[in-house]
């Protein structure tokens, strides 16, 4: 299995978000009252969207990083639900996108309704996620968040464009993972300093921070779609597969095949003749390309962590830190 | 074929729009430089979707609003820009959702592309309109907006819910465009004085003549998609049938209907035996049904014009009444 899914578990989770429990159940409440309708149908798939966030790992990224570097407002509620809309938006329209059946154990808006549903449901969170945006006093995280959100659906339709290109290279893949996901966390760590009043440097290395922390989970993210146990994931897997994405470890599989081994590996992830994770699962055997990316998503958590540095010691810092390291040790 | 059709054209929107004529330029240079991207796919995408949003009647509807009611400044074009945007991100992902084959003389990005394309280039414009709306230097645009944008999704997510119900009520049906399509016209032409310096009373009569010209337009739409001709209005008809969505016409013909030939109806409509539309045209020439859906857009446009008498008289009010009146006469 290598070394990538050791075994990172909610109960990590829990104790790395100790320093900001409550402050996570508030805004949990927030996201339940936002997340409501007077029109029935609308309410269940409100409601349902809910519990799709799972690891509310966005949300805790604002919260810890205010806390790490200043004091933490009322806005950093605001903040941290608007940014949980906007991830799980993306997953209902992930959704629709990737036909995937599971995620996070529930059934998908897109398999319980139809594509037309999934749609509006993540334009609604999306427009809900406007409303909260709305109440703040200042632009400040409007303007941030509609870049971070910009760049999110241009990694996506890059990764559109690139589908069944097997040149693509590492340049290229971390572009497209820094737009698609990074920019999302980076802007999540960058706006729980400037709201708890950071100075510049400090925004600059919280930003920083979830920029290589978004990176790392990706590659995490990109290796359990590979390797991992659709069972233990609670979600669909070997969907980037199916979609002919190139990852990490398929772009280092090609780069250091043999040439005459090269078609039979295409072939493999093309799925010709039988099932497509078990053919490659014998290619990656025989190669460094698990361990390679893994190592690759190492050394983003150790930049994350050194950006650390600029802030002082405290609880909340330490989560950060544990936050980084979780990206390796995740197995859903 | 009633006297819904009798011509409006692109023509009579020129003349409207003349007093904001050099305005909209400029927004739709401001589109144009947001629609771009420095990724070939993105930007090919980009600049597709300009050319979706057609008529501008929302950038129009902020900048008469203004001119109307007092100063038009810098924040309008942004708000212009912004609106159009969000429009344009529902009809993409409304091409999705209707499998419509035409829109605007233009392919659907749906029909060029596929079913994920779209879902992300709605996305990326509302994302870009989130980053124009950053760019103000107050987050009132964004509170109005991001309710409007709520609504808007809420009243799809209503017409889903009551697709196929044949007891759907004129009350039903005015709820559920009101919030579908007349929520962002009142905030266009709100904005539109808000940002000018309009006193209350007028931002209020200008929100409520911007709901009232959206339901007489919708009503319009619906007559429209039931009667017009394709090649005319450049996109694809009848789709409210294949997807039955009960609009007024069909409501009003159903009340009147004998209980005897009520089955027949519900039979034409459901399209059992033949072309809907020519079933359809038989029994809606034996009813008052086209003559009373028209009669209502007619109600609409005279409340919305007498809100106007809160403005004083200007080339800019005439035009807002002109562009309410058009509601009656389009073809397209």
């Known amino acids: 299995m290598g070394p990538t899914l050791r075994g990172g578990t909610a109960d990590n989770l829990t104790e790395l978000y100790a320093p900001v429990r409550d402050e996570l159940s508030r805004v949990d409440a927030l996201l339940r009252s936002q997340l409501s309708s007077s029109y029935p149908f609308v309410d269940e798939l409100a409601k349902h969207s809910f519990r799709l966030g799972g690891k509310r790992m966005r949300p805790a990224l604002v919260l810890l990083a205010a806390r790490a570097s200043g004091t933490l407002v009322e ?22 996108l990737d036909e995937a059946k599971l995620r996070r154990h529930v059934a998908t808006v897109n398999s319980a309704h139809d594509n037309e549903t999934s749609v509006l449901l993540g334009d609604l969170l999306f427009a809900q996620s406007l409303c909260l945006m709305g109440e703040l006093d200042d632009n400040r995280a409007t303007r941030a968040l509609g870049r971070a959100a910009r760049q999110m659906c241009e990694g996506e339709l890059r990764q559109i464009a690139s589908r069944g290109n097997f040149d693509l290279n590492e340049d ?34 919280l930003e920083g921070f979830g920029r290589e922390l978004g990176v790392a989970f990706q590659v995490a993210d990109d290796l359990l779609d590979l390797l991992g146990d659709e069972g233990t994931a609670g979600k669909s897997l070997g969907t980037d597969l199916v979609k002919q994405k190139l990852t990490l470890p398929l772009i280092r599989l090609l780069a250091t095949a043999a040439d005459s081994d090269r078609r039979a590996v295409v072939d493999a992830i093309l799925g010709n003749g039988g099932n497509r994770r078990e053919a490659l ?4 055997d025989r190669s460094d390309a698990v361990a390679y990316a893994q190592q690759r998503a190492e050394a983003h958590v150790r930049r994350a962590i050194s950006l650390l540095e600029q802030l002082p010691p405290s609880p909340a810092r330490r989560s950060l830190q544990g936050l980084a390291e979780f990206a390796l040790w995740r197995r859903t």
Chains 1, 2 share one sequence.
């Open 75 to 96: 806005a950093h509620y605001t903040i941290a639900a608007t940014v949980e809309l906007i991830h799980t938006a993306t997953l209902v329209h992930d959704d629709v």
């Open 172 to 205: 290229d893949y971390f572009g497209i993972i820094a737009a698609k996901t990074a920019a999302l966390t980076a802007v999540c760590a960058q706006l729980g300093g400037l709201y708890a009043g950071a100075d510049e440097g400090q925004c600059a290395a």
């Open 281 to 284: 699962r014998s290619w990656l």
